[in-house]
DNA sequence: ACATAAACTGAATTTGGGTTCACTATAGTA
DNA sequence: TACTATAGTGAACCCAAATTCAGTTTATGT
């Protein structure tokens, strides 16, 4: 691939990227290729429909989370660390919901998949070690699981005003904190 | 007002309401005055705009939920009824996200007020009258208050498989029972 | 430097759906 | 029944945005 293509291929995600948080998935393709400084055509060449950039958007997107959590769970240092990571987390997963909300109603509006498999199993295995090194801890209520971890930062609530988003941390903190 | 008039604009407004369900907030208003039984010009006369028609089926939806609360309020019969109520509430509302996930998309689509000022209010107190008697009762954990159960209804996750969906009540019940 | 395959350009085309409006039908009234 | 304001009809209009492609530029191997 000549590298010029790759340069561009990079500036068009990034491009759809900004543009679909500031302006929703209904930003036209004209304005991405203009924002990438690319012509309509390039798009077409890297991404056959909108969709599928939409699509690489989001695969990139909720990548970069999976990346996070992974990271998390690789650098667990002195023991004892794991709920707070878990909390870390947490509280990340609903300060960027809420920065990407359009990102994920596009998701939505698309139908696409906001995870793939792959990325889902990642995050699975990783949030999995957290979980278990937290109860060995004795940090985490008794019957919490990694999948229930998993699916409250899959539902962090995206367009609620910072104040309530911290009251829902608090919420969900409450029920997964030792009793 | 005629009443084929009346008859039509809530034809319209149910039509609206089953095809944004079943398709998506992107149906056309072809569609929906097809499936009302009405031309797309009687649609315009109803509803000036597309944007008009989705905030009315919005509004429509989203006061069907308050009218609930307000009777699961006024109804409270036995003491030690209260907590019942709310759960119930909460396992209702997390279906029915599921069920009208699309209705929810719209809202953001159009970046339209899901709940009016003054649908918000009378939800609000329909729950403080539940949470206070659930708090007298003994029934509700220590510091959870009637906007917490809000925003946990208003942040019911919508694209979440059954089984989560029942996992997510567990968590969120071990949060607001008493400790 | 040259050749050429790979990339890029952007005007033109296509498409789909929101919206309009001249005309027709009908409910309500005298 | 006759009148008329109100309501309904749907083909036509309009426009924005996705997609295409013939022509042009450029990276890269020899």
């Known amino acids: 691939m000549r590298v010029d293509a790759r340069r561009n291929q990079v500036r068009i995600l990034e491009a759809a990227r900004a543009q679909i948080t500031q302006t929703g998935s209904d930003v036209s393709m004209e304005q991405i290729a203009k924002t990438a400084g690319v012509a309509v055509g390039t798009l077409y060449r890297h991404y056959p429909t ?3 950039l939409v699509q690489a958007v989001l695969t990139e997107f909720s990548g970069a989370l999976v990346n996070w959590v992974e990271e998390a769970s690789q650098t667990l ?23 990407n909300q359009a990102v994920k109603e596009a998701a939505l509006v698309f139908d696409a998949a906001y995870l793939t498999p792959e990325l889902e199993d990642r995050g699975r295995r990783a949030l999995q070690i957290l979980v278990a090194a937290a109860r060995t801890d004795g940090n985490l209520r008794d019957g919490v699981t990694a999948d229930d971890i998993f699916l409250l930062m899959l539902s962090a609530p995206s367009t609620l005003p910072q104040t309530a988003r911290a009251r829902w ?6 029920a997964i904190r030792p009793g």
């Open 50 to 52: 909108k969709t599928d």
């Open 77 to 99: 240092a002195a023991p004892g660390d794991a709920m707070a990571r878990i909390v870390t987390l947490l509280t990340d997963f609903v300060e960027e919901a809420a920065h």
């Open 169 to 174: 941390l608090n919420i969900i903190l409450t």
